[in-house]
């Protein structure tokens, strides 16, 4: 057949192909349900013409048409549903929890690379007080000083509503920007997440140790024992997404090294899902509890400690009945 | 260093690839490669730090809480700026919807969140160590000019086939092809009669000169052109 009359022949199932594609490209495209029943098998029939027209050696202009509505096609027919809504609870609920506990070795690592540190020199500097001017700068010192000296603050009054927003989006910001950070350079071999997380427990032991010595324990403890558990939980969890690319580049075992990042960033991914949730949650409590100075020191550590114990059970526990996929 | 076919014939030189589907047809994708994805980004820099710009100065009127929401909208335009489109607007961004680029999971289905999200978090490493020095030097090492990011969440940024206008070959009359002409050879006058509108003069008769022996006439051009009118069956 010459092109001319397979063109002349066909050429209104191609244009309804092309308007169907159209309509359904556009932000809420919607077709009457008897033009989607039809769409499948008019997709089918333009793989069809696609075909038959490289075959028979028609002109480029013509496969490349053909060719260019069947990758539209193709798009249109294999839209995935989008699960972000319908299955959050069903992650937050019992996935995540799961998820963590399937790669616990990493969150272990992770763990110990972000406490041991922090430990190490916590004791330190109770030990030998001018070790905290190897973490930081005598003036970053004195900052933190003035933030937690109790006699800076009016006892019993708030800080201003407005202030406690701003601080908010401050946490909401710069936390789950570390922990991205903390999880993407885990890509580099796993040095970027072991990087951050040595580091950040390098300065919270460095922070507490110090404010332990000038015995400003009390303004410290108390605030960050409200966030902590949420907070420090997602900075080990991102950690321990990033190491587990890391580890898979390093080791990817009978796959080739592309192969088996692809596999452990469908995981890691989904890590990082709960830890960005974790992180607003934490960043919730930080602004508008933890700064509350209203409130007295063994309130706060008693609800410290109870969202520590829910972290924890949340973690341990949650979706532990039902099959562990 | 001899060129290497992967199985299709037409694929040799070309950075095309060809993806087939369930349906047994195949999908001819071709990637975008490093200049064209750096303006798109550049346009998209420019739209987001325009967004920014515009946020901050609207919001400071509302004082400290402004300052906090607008943190936060800043935050979700560095992150999630290019998720929202790339997942929202059929994998197109601003800047890659100028240039005609989207992006798509490696098997040419739409991308999916978990895919874009994470192709845009590595972008991190991308950047390393500045100005996205490891992200250009990894989509050149690979035929498909995967960055890091694309390489990790299995996504591929392609070109989006634009609408070519019905090549008119500027010329009537047919001629039969001769007989002993392969397919290949057919395919090459063909493609010479598409492409001749690029070319000038000059060169038409410089190319069409070379089947003067063959073609066994003065006007190669003229004749290959009228082939071409058989070959897709126009007058």
Known sequence: ?325 | MPLRDNGSPDLILDTRLSLETPEGATLPLAPAGVGVRIMAFMIDFLIKSAAIAIIYTVLAILGSMGVGIALILAFLLEWFYPVYFEVWHQGRTPGKKNAHIRVVNDDGTPVTFGASLLRNLLRVVDFLPVMYVTGVIASVMNSRFKRLGDLVAGTLVIYDAEPQPMPDFEITGTQPVPADFSTDEQRALLAFAERSKRLSPERQSELAAILMPVLNTKEPVIAIKQMANTMVGRQ
């Open chain 1, 1 to 325: 057949m010459k092109q001319g009359q397979f063109e002349t022949l066909h050429q209104l199932t191609w244009a309804k192909c092309e308007n169907l594609l159209t309509v359904l490209e556009t932000k809420k495209g919607r077709v009457a349900d008897t033009d989607l029943a039809d769409f499948a098998p008019l997709y089918r029939k333009l793989c069809h013409f696609h075909a038959l027209a490289k075959e028979r050696q028609y002109s480029s202009y013509l496969v490349d048409k053909l060719g260019d509505l069947v990758v539209r096609g193709h798009q249109q027919l294999y839209r995935r549903k989008q699960p972000l809504l319908q299955q959050f609870l069903g992650f937050v609920v019992t996935d995540f929890p799961r998820l963590v506990r399937r790669e616990q070795r990493y969150f272990w690592l992770a763990t110990a690379l972000l406490y041991l540190p922090a430990l190490l020199l916590f004791f330190a500097v109770l030990w030998q007080p001018d070790l905290v001017y190897t973490m930081m700068a005598p003036d970053q010192v004195d900052s933190f000083e003035g933030m937690y000296n109790p006699t800076n603050r009016t006892l019993g009054s708030a800080r201003e509503s407005g202030t406690n927003w701003q601080m908010f989006g401050f946490y909401i910001s710069n936390n789950i920007s570390v922990a991205f950070r903390t999880f993407a350079t885990g890509l580099v071999w796993g040095v970027g997440s072991i990087f951050f997380l040595v580091f950040n427990g390098l300065i919270f032991g460095a922070v507490a140790g110090h404010l332990t010595n000038v015995q400003f324990t009390e303004t410290f403890f108390t605030f960050v024992i409200g966030h902590g558990s949420f907070e420090l939980t997602a900075i080990v969890i991102a950690g321990a997404a990033g190491l587990k690319l890391g580890y898979h580049l390093l080791n990817p075992g009978n796959r080739s090294r592309i192969d088996a990042l692809k596999q452990a960033g469908t995981v890691a991914i989904r890590l990082v899902y709960g830890v960005i949730i974790m992180l607003v949650i934490a960043a919730f409590i930080e602004a508008f509890w933890s700064s509350n100075n209203i409130l007295l020191p063994w309130q706060k550590y008693l609800v410290g400690t109870v969202l520590w114990l829910v972290v924890i059970a949340y973690l341990t526990l949650s979706g532990r009945r039902g099959h562990e996929s």
